[in-house]
């Protein structure tokens, strides 16, 4: 079948996962590997496409020998970056990877120009943002992968504290991917039934900081980020897209007027399709999270103004 190609841009820990995840489920025809080091991008296209004899469908997977190797792709998964250094800034860091997504854009926009943009970068509202920026393009087309994943582990804790429901958990956060998050207990459910009838609400408030803390803990094991669920979260929203399948899923999306505010990518659930994203859904905030809203999209904002002052932005 042709069409459903997917690129995948930074074929690293996560972006190889990715791949394999994809080439598992069988979701899609093709997908391409590209990576600055074009070796790294070699390699685990070979290893992956080693893999295919045993999966559900003969999922092609090559690496580009160059960005044109991207060509009309359907979905381009951003995962290229660098990870924050010891001697590095916050600013460094922002400044480092916002190039890097300038660098991949313009490969995106030349070569894939009718694709949907799935940022997996980080920081990730911040690199959804600039990558809105860089293009221009409809709103729709460029989705944040965060609450996949933070969602999962946040079903995942709750899993481990009460024993049961695995696989029918279902976990909202909204608000930045970071210290910031809002986990939403209230409308979080376990098969259907709602998480506050189940849980204390001090188990509930370790379950969120253990949540929030999720990408640490396993740094903290690994002294490397983690790449399985952040690689299985990208695959089910691909899957989502090219599927058409329009499930809910906490993206990080633009916002224009949605939950009171503008021009800032933050996480909000919305409903995944073919066209990327079908539709923000506006939850009814109380005024405690309204509050906890506000310092989250302000913390994005703080890393926008970051790099607005040192004038990334007048450089396109
Ligand atoms: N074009 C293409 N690839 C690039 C570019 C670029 N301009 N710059 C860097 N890369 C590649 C690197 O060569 C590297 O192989 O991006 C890849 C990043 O992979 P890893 O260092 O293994 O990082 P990973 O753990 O996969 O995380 C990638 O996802 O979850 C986020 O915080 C994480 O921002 C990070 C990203």
Redesign the pocket.
Known sequence: MVGRKVGI????????TAAYSLTMTGACHEVIL????TD?AKGKALDIGQSTSYAPKGTIVTAAEDASGLKNCDVIVI?????RKSDMTRADLLMI?AK?MK??VG?VMKYSPNAIILC???P?DI?THVIHKLTAWKRNRIIGMAGALDGARMSYQINQKIGYGSGQIKSMLIGDHGQNMIPMPEISTVGGVPLNQLISKEDMQAIIERTKDGGAEIVKHLG????YA?GRAISVMVEAILDDSRIVMPSSVLLDGEYGYKDITVGVPVVLGANGIEKIIELELDDETKSKFKVSVDSIQDGIDILEKNGFFNSF
Request: proline content about 6%; hydrophobic content about 45%.
């Open positions: 841009i930074g074929a690293g820990f996560v972006g190889a590209y990576d600055i080091n790294i995962t290229a970056g660098v990870p990877n890097i660098d991949v490969n997996v970068s980080n990730l690199m490397t980020s983690a790449y952040p």
